[in-house]
């Protein structure tokens, strides 16, 4: 969602500011814009659209020259996306301007408090109140008016400050949004995250919720909410700067799907030793738990269901699976028996957070699988499990999924284990499958030619179904969300035995179902459901095991992915899914890397 990024230093801070917010445009936005100080006042640019429309008013406004600066990319909430609301926003006495990321959710109350003050305003947002709430606070002492200021905000903000009043000196704060603070040498940064930075900065601070940070050329100062003075440890950026780039690539997602081998192996080695599954650090006694509940959201949720049929079936233990979004409202049932897993590939989808809090306020033990270090889900965890995938900037999640799912599967294996729930045979078995999960992704990206052949033939289909049973549906409820996002055609996905209870009814002639039969066990099965949508005229694109002759005589159209054990599938069975979504949405014309309305990190409930 939206992005902040500031800077002070002694080069010019709108080509900086520019290139920052570039690369925060995977964040999703709709409008953008930079404020620079310059001969002692601001100066505001601002567009509804992309970056490069920013660009190029700023070209024509004459470059902006400055060297302290704040920029913005706004996911509209409150107000249209248009020009006026775009920010920065400025105080009426143009003295200030802030950027936001979050939602001050008292802002009416503010608002109308400082409308009977006589302050008059311009745009719809709630972020307009933080800047002239500002204005009022201000006395001369720029920290203490933002302390003020933030003292009467509720909700969540991570918020970038510039003064005409103090031009040596930009602030930044945050509650429950990211931020971090880039160090350089003459020059410091502020941002949304690393992504923005790490061209010019390896060398980050994780900012805190409550914490607001001074930030000078020569220096940074940071302060808890009471304004003391507090050391932050310093925090290098070890992945490479090209991880953040295109490489070649025409599309994100295309890189990071090509780039699941090596998340995978990444992911997975380290914790692989001689055959043994290990977790650092992980202490855990499993026998304390009675009951296993993973939440999420979106794919993370999807890689949740996986988890959940894998986690149950070799531990033994009641494993649920419930979207984040949601869990709050059942006024659910868990204590200290219960083991949750939180599953965040950016740690900082707002849903995600509210159930961790809620899981942990009723005693239960929180594990979280995240994949951006220090993050906000990372923080508030009792253990954390990292997906090293390497920066996802991509909307649509590929590499961070299947790094989830294969986790959650070492976990799986791991705990089942630990209760003494699977035989040294079968565990060898599974851990020998996980240590080839890597191969068998990099044999499953060779479909790609004959992928985007079936995406020549069936992007015009205007709906299609996706369906599978057990670990195929849990996958196939991915392959399903990853089309609908990227390619805007409706889709759905079914437990292959449900489709006779109604959705049958929406079968016609040339109706594309795609069928996933990797579960062996499963198969005759499948085989039944697509003769059934075969009799109603569906085209069928089946996806099995390698070696599986029977399905040729049953699909139109067959993708065969590397065998491997049913509860490792899933990780090889999702990328020609993927694959699929991405072609079919090239075909369409769609902006693959940043589709309509979406946000690469859901940080609004
Ligand atoms: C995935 O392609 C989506 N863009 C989305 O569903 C995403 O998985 C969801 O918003 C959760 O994000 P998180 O993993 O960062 O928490």
Redesign the pocket.
Known sequence: MCGIIGYIGTAQAAPVLLEGLRKLEYRGYDSAGVAVLEGGGIDTVKTSGRIEALAEKVRAAGGLSGSVGIGHTRWATHGVPNETNAHPHVSSDGRFAVVHNGIIENYVELREELISQGVSFRSETDTEVIVQLLDRCYDGDLKQALMRTVSRLRGSYAIGVLSASDPDVIYASRSAMPLILGIGAGENFFASDITALVSHTRNVIDMDDGEFAEIRRDGISVFDHSGKLIRKPERRITWDIAAAEKNGYDHFMLKEIMEQPAALKASIEPRLRDGRVVFEGLELDMSRFDRVLIT?????YYAGCVGRTVIERLCRVQTEAELASELRYRDPVMDERTLVIV???????AD?IAALKECRSRGAFVLSIVNVVGSSIAKLSDFVIYTWAGPEIA???TK??TTQVAVLEMFALWAADRLGRVSPERYAEIAAGIARIPERAQRALDLNASVRRLAKRYHGNSSLFFMGRDLDYAVSLEGS??LK?ISYIHSEAYAAGELKHGTIALIEPGRLVIALCCCERLFEKMVSNIQQVKARGAKVLAVACEGERRIFSEADDVLLVPRADEILMPVTEIIPMQLFAYHVALENGCDIDKPKN?A???TVE
């Open positions: 999420a959201c979106g794919s993370a599953i965040s590939q950016s740690g900082e989808t995600t909307v649509a999640t961070g999924y969300l990853k996002e979406l690469k990190s859901v």
